[in-house]
């Protein structure tokens, strides 16, 4: 046995072998300890075994969970199941509070192949948890939900301290009351982070992951997430307002449904062989950018995620994630899930903090291959502009001012249905939102009608956690002032308010809160404000329009070109319509029904590049031609 260096939040022991048989016992009785150690600060982020037993080829570590005396852990995946007994002394302190040592006595381990495999694994068996117990609070959530939330950096697998000490404190759209304060990443941190992403990257346990494993480890982080989901809609709902119904029952199943999808292509990506000549063998290879930056936005924090997650994690990539400074705390405990389904350290990291400091550092980074972001526009231009210094990478999914036209053959009832959809789900915090209503002159006043009537009867704001309300809070105090002032300069320029208009605090939140009614304003004309500037609220803006090409002109007349809707039972129309709007996505007789497997993204000032589809993979992937002489002589 040979000792290594320390680590301030686990004991670990490392075994190498493999069972010659099925149920063999190895290393049993053999006592591990670690060496002295000095630990400067809480939470460091480096996770390499403490000791090591040479018994044959199989890589583990273990970890001895908090303070109680017998540890039993199993470890099970496609290739191999462990059963593992653990006895030690558990220090006064937690280990990540303190300078010293820790033994450990590993009293059996049980390494059972599943199956054959056709060479020998150096697979690495990783915690579950950590001894940092500084850097979790316990919550109590509105519906009565206990959640032990993590609260540091993720980095190489651990919960850290940030170096600066700043924090963030997340406050409930709901209420404006504090929920908690997390860690807020410092310029160092970010090294830190992309310092672990990259060794991550060039570790063989994640390098030389075939496809397959890759797989296997996303399928099982999707079953995490699902076993998990009401513990993660809790949270999400709480922190960003939306209501629990729709966190639990749309957002989580897109987050499983798009790991899923993209575990589905891991083993799929492929280059091709191109003829040339009978001299030249040539091919290509697809391989991984390198570390990726990914900014995540507040709207949808953890949907947002798994689409730039699912397609980096299926080529082969390592992440430093950014969350929005909004909603700092669902993605917290979706690292926990990470780390559980033994993805390796430093695959993801989670960087919580501001956008001025960490956000751009991790944009600046000289050792980040890739930027990908999804926000306002202008954010999304000054991300260019600091990714231009290396030439990075860049994936943007920034604004929309999307149109939605509405033809005098349509479907009305339909259309209202579709256009309540596509302007009041998220509280309308939808950077795809249908927010400009352009209607045939002729059958304006009926689809008006319908319009208010589907919001009087399915809209109900109020607390986002009761199971009748359908229209929570904005997401902050300074959303909330933002689209106020919008309803009230559209007021000014001449637009009439057909409903709503108003905050809805007093009725919805009880004085309290981020609450707006859903809002409608009509006489709308292309050269006001609310017509062309992105309210990201619950507020449709109606324009009428008399021919076909006068619909076209409306609807291109935007800076932005997300998104479009054409609702026409004429098919010929609308396929017509559909193929002349400036949008990256068109929908026919609907609004917003986007799904993980088909492209998504916009064009003009909406964005460059696409997410989710296959599309989604190859801003991911370089491709890399190969040449292979086949007897041609100078």
Known sequence: MKSGSSVPHATKCGLRGRPRKQGVEVGQDNALSTNQCAISGLGAADSRP??????????????????????????????????????????????????????????????????????????????????????????????????????????????????????????????GSEI???????????????????????????????????????????????????????????????????????????????????AGWADKIHGQTIPTTRAKFAYTLRQPVGVCAQIIPWNYPLAMAAWKLGPALATGNTIVLKPAEQTPLSILYFATLVKEAGFPPGVLNIVNGYGRETGTALVTHPNVNKVAFTGSTATGRE????????????????????????????????????????????????????????????????????????????????????????????????????????????????????????????????????????????????DMTIFQEEVFGPVAAVTPFKTEEEALKLANNSQYGLAAAVFSQNIERAHKVAERLEAGMVWINSSNDSDPAVPFGGVKQSGIGRELGEAGLHSYLETKAVHVNLGSKL
Not at 83 to 110: E, H
Not at 240 to 259: F, R
Not at 448 to 459: D, G, H, M, P, S
């Open 383 to 526: 991300i260019m502009k600091m990714a231009s210094g290396t030439l990075k990478n860049i994936t943007l999914e920034t604004g929309g001012k999307s149109p939605l036209v509405v033809f005098d053959d349509a479907d009305l009832e339909q259309a209202a249905k579709w256009a309540y959809i596509g302007i009041l789900s998220n509280q309308g915090q939808v950077c795809t939102a249908t927010s400009r209503l352009i209607v045939q002159e002729s059958v304006l006043p009926k689809f008006l009608e319908y319009f208010k009537t589907e919001i009087k009867n399915t809209a109900v704001t109020g607390n986002p956690f009761s199971e009748t309300t359908t229209h929570g809070p904005q997401v902050s105090q300074v959303q909330y002032d933002k689209i106020l002032a919008f309803i009230e300069g559209a007021k000014k320029e001449g637009g009439k308010v057909e409903l709503g208009g108003a905050s809805a605090q007093a009725t919805a939140g009880a004085g309290k809160g981020f609450y707006i009614e859903p809002t409608v304003i009509s006489n709308v004309t292309k």
């Open 180 to 262: 908690c304060s997390v860690e807020a990443a410092s310029a160092q941190d970010v090294d830190t982070a992309v310092k672990a992403a990259r060794a991550a990257f060039e570790d063989p346990s994640w390098a030389d992951c075939a496809g397959r494993e890759r797989s296997v480890l996303m399928h099982k982080l999707a079953d995490l997430v699902e076993q998990h989901a009401n513990v993660l809609a809790t949270i999400e709902t709480w922190d960003n307002g939306k209501p629990y119904t729709v966190s639990l029952n749309e957002d989580l199943q897109e987050v499983i449904y798009t790991l899923r999808y993209y």
């Open 50 to 175: 403490v000791a090591r037993l040479q018994a044959s080829k199989l890589s583990s570590s273990i970890s001895h969970h908090r303070d109680g005396r017998t540890v039993q852990l199993v470890y099970s995946d496609i290739f191999w199941s462990c059963d593992i007994d653990c006895t030690y002394t558990p220090p006064k302190q937690p280990p990540a509070m303190r300078a010293g040592c820790t033994a450990a006595r590993l009293s059996r381990l049980v390494v059972s192949p599943r199956r054959s495999y056709p060479k020998p694994l150096d697979f690495i068996f990783r915690p579950r948890f950590s001894h940092n117990m500084a850097l979790q609070t316990k919550l109590k959530a509105p519906n009565g939900l206990e959640i032990t939330l993590p609260t540091g950096l993720f980095i190489n697998n651990e919960f850290v301290a940030s170096s600066s000490g700043t924090k963030i404190t997340s406050v409930s759209p709901a209420d």
